[in-house]
């Protein structure tokens, strides 16, 4: 893993499109959603917990549960946006969050960023790389990015680079109980605390039958699935990554996979609303994520 974090990143865009596009399909309650991303998938993580020693740093814990509630926010944010505007601008614009967690964790790690200083060149052209996975991606989109959709969203972008270099802190801090401990307290207690906020306020305000009609039911299993999955491949690949952004950059790759998908769907469904990825934009996401695999 410590030589294919890289590659770990891949799948883990992969999957990050497959959660996306589940609310695209299912198109259930987003607190409803929600709950099944955090509750079910801390219960389905819960039998296993005697396999796992507990990481003794209590900044874990706190970061852990952290992780959480802002998870709770961002993802709800961004599935609201997916059904009002459309997954594929969701996508576009979430990649803009990778320059915030480049910046942010130079702050949190200035060693790395004195180290890219004595390689002037080789850290402008992993910057130029970065500069061009969100380029690829923002032209690539399938639909106009109003105002209105980039002002939803702006928030969780923000958010969003916390969430990737808490990742990859809280996943470091928790080593001394082993990796696999670390990934999976850290996956059941950000899991846990983003689904409670999202649990309560589905009960004040749905019907709670709706948790067990059996179509949000296979949907949240998809999801819950999805997440477990996605937490076992990432949070090692951003320990073993130099900064968590080349992880974000490279997992951006995405909304190509949210794309092929739609084209495959509604061809099955015999409609006409599919469309063709921009060749020149896949070009450039291609040529940066490779070169950007290649700096490191």
Request: charged content about 10%.
């Amino acid at each position: 893993m410590e030589n294919l974090w890289w590659l770990a990143a891949l799948i883990s865009g992969m999957l990050v499109g497959v959660i996306i596009y589940l609310n695209q399909i299912f198109k259930m309650p987003s607190s409803l959603l929600m709950s099944y991303r955090g509750i079910l998938t801390a219960l389905l993580l819960l039998p296993f917990c005697c396999l796992f020693p507990l990481p003794q740093n209590p900044w874990f814990w706190i970061l852990s549960s952290l992780q959480g509630l802002i998870v709770a926010y961002c993802d709800k944010k961004s599935f609201v946006c997916a059904r009002v505007y459309g997954g594929e601008i969701v996508a576009a614009l979430r990649p803009f969050a990778v320059a915030f967690v480049l910046v942010f964790w130079w702050f949190v790690s200035p060693s790395q960023f004195i180290e890219m200083l004595d390689k002037p060149i080789h850290s402008i052209l992993i910057v130029l790389c970065i500069v061009g996975v969100m380029y690829s991606l923002f032209v690539n989109r399938t639909g106009t990015v109003s105002k209105n959709a980039f002002k939803d969203l702006l928030p969780a972008l923000i958010l969003y680079s916390v969430i990737d270099v808490n990742n990859k802190y809280a996943n470091t801090i928790g080593l001394d109980a082993g990796l696999a401990s670390s990934v999976y307290w850290y996956c059941f207690m950000s899991s846990l605390f983003a689904g409670l906020p999202n649990i309560t306020k589905f009960l004040m305000h749905r019907d709670w039958k709706l948790i067990f009609v059996p179509k949000y039911m296979f949907g949240g299993l998809m999801m819950s699935g999805s997440i477990i999955i996605l937490n076992a491949i990432k949070n090692p690949a951003m320990v073993y990554a130099p900064n968590p952004a080349y992880i974000s950059a490279i997992m951006a790759a995405y909304p190509v996979w949210i794309i092929a998908w739609n084209c495959i769907y509604y061809r099955f469904k015999n409609a006409e609303k599919y469309h063709h990825c921009n060749f020149k934009a896949v070009t450039i996401l291609l040529v940066s994520i490779i070169s950007l695999i290649l700096l490191q």
